[in-house]
């Protein structure tokens, strides 16, 4: 049995954690928040004072965290992790980031003969608590094949992008194209409310025409639809509004560096960062951009 460090154990790293666990690995955890700390340890991780006691033993060290920054002070300088992991570890980061950042990650474990793969996911809580996610994997082939036990105990998907800093190249073109279905999914299902339809037969019209989509089909943002999403919980937990308008700007600066033509993801950029101003609105999930198109009460 491989011992695991995992470090980040928020909405998405706290259930990917306890589906290692439940799949039978060692699980050390460690997350700068007590009580995600906590949870993780009811599902069954050791809890570790630290980073550094979290990969002491490890085998393989997974860390899903929120921003490059966070992920740069992690692992390089001198007091980053890499400096007390040797080249028999494996090191997987889940965490949405500039592929710049990955690479600059990943080329450092090389120096030090540590394998490293960026490896973020696609799925949302949902499938992280299933254990169904999508891993899109960027770096050494031999890496991706040393680290596929650990991430089918996670996900259902696992796809090896290219080289390194590929996964994030194809996880910010799948989270624009994301951004871009949900708000025409929204507009279109509040362009049919206003006009008289229910928003739930809309949804398996379309659902079963040509505007079907992910958005529609399995994270319908309009309250009332579906069970266990967002939109009928009063758009809590998921995927924050913050965390789009994050993904959103790495694609756009990803854009300008290949001089690529992404019109609709730099709308979309604007509408979330519209719809986001507002922090109250910035902590709802992402679906919540279903608000902008809603009338007011008595409208």
Same mark, same amino acid.
């Given at each position: ?9 928020g ?6 954690a306890?589906?290692?666990v439940?799949?039978g ?11 995600v700390?906590?949870? $993780?340890?009811? =599902?069954?991780?050791?809890k !570790? &004072?630290?980073? /550094?006691?979290? +990969?002491?033993?490890? %085998?393989v060290? #997974? *860390?899903?965290?929120p ?19 040797g080249?028999?570890?494996?090191l997987?980061?889940?965490s949405?980031?500039? $592929?710049?950042? =990955?690479?600059q990650?990943? !080329? &450092?474990?090389? /120096?030090?003969? +540590?394998?490293?793969? %960026?490896?973020? #996911? *696609? ?37 090896? =992008? ?5 996964g ?12 871009i ?25 379309m ?5 079907g ?23 809590e ?43 109250i ?18 409208n």
């Amino acid at each position: 049995m491989e011992n695991i460090a995992f470090i980040g154990l928020g909405n998405m790293g706290g259930p990917m954690a306890a589906n290692l666990v439940e799949k039978g690995f060692s699980v050390t955890a460690f997350d700068l928040s007590g009580a995600v700390l906590d949870k $993780a340890v009811a =599902a069954g991780c050791r809890k !570790a &004072a630290s980073a /550094e006691a979290a +990969i002491a033993g490890a %085998d393989v060290v #997974v *860390s899903m965290l929120p921003s490059g920054e966070a992920v740069r002070s992690l692992y390089l300088g001198v007091h980053g992790l890499l400096q007390a992991m040797g080249p028999e570890v494996l090191l997987i980061d889940c965490s949405t980031i500039a $592929a710049d950042d =990955a690479r600059q990650v990943i !080329a &450092a474990a090389g /120096e030090r003969g +540590i394998d490293a793969l %960026d490896a973020p #996911v *696609s799925g949302g809580t949902a499938a992280a608590a299933a254990g169904t996610l999508s891993f899109m994997c960027g770096g050494e082939a031999a890496a991706v094949e040393r680290a596929r036990p650990v991430l089918a105990a996670m996900g259902a998907n696992i796809f090896h =992008a290219g080289p390194a800093g590929s996964g994030q190249v194809a996880k910010i073109c799948n989270n624009m194209l994301l951004a871009i279905h949900m708000i025409g999914t929204a507009e279109a299902l509040q362009l049919g409310v206003d006009n008289g339809l229910d928003p739930n037969v809309l949804s398996q019209i379309m659902g079963a025409s040509s505007g079907g989509n992910w958005s529609l089909e399995k994270y319908n943002p309009y309250p009332g639809v579906m069970e266990n999403v967002p939109a009928s919980r009063n758009y809590e937990g998921g995927f924050s509004v913050a965390l789009m308008l994050k993904d959103l700007g790495l694609a756009m600066d990803t854009a300008a560096g290949s001089a690529s033509s992404t019109p609709l993801g730099a709308l979309a950029k604007n509408l979330y960062q519209l719809h986001g101003g507002d922090p109250i609105n910035s902590a709802l999930d992402f679906s919540s951009i279903q608000n902008l198109f809603r009338r007011p009460v008595g409208n």
